[in-house]
């Protein structure tokens, strides 16, 4: 009977340390693919901020960007805060159907 409750002991304690590993994990790869992201955008691409902002890029730094998101009009924003590339949204994909294309 002590080998079936340590074993049960055992489950208890190591399934949740199997989680946390896991969720680490995860969180480590999703970070990767953001950084990757990053790094990748080149100006001319169109993107969309996590707020939710379609623009142009404009200007590619190390921890910022400029954004025309009209004819004439540029924000600045960190890096970190473009979310996608419009190409890479359903719909989105052809040229010449972006924000800053129309009249």
């Not at 995860?26 to 691409?45: I, K, P, T």
């Not at 590339?85 to 359903?90: F, G, S």
């Amino acid at each position: 009977m002590n080998d079936g409750s340590s074993l049960g002991t055992l489950l208890i304690l190591l399934l949740p340390l199997l989680f946390i590993v896991y969720m680490a994990m995860s969180a480590r790869r999703r970070q990767r693919a953001m950084d990757d992201f990053q790094s990748s955008l080149v100006v001319g691409e169109e993107v969309v901020t996590t707020s939710g902002i379609y623009g142009r890029l404009t200007s590619v730094g190390d921890t910022t960007a400029e954004l025309e998101i009209a004819r004439g009009t540029t924000i600045r924003v960190d890096k970190r805060a473009i979310g996608v590339r419009t190409a890479d949204l359903p719909g989105h994909g052809q040229a010449g159907t972006g924000p800053t294309d129309q009249a």
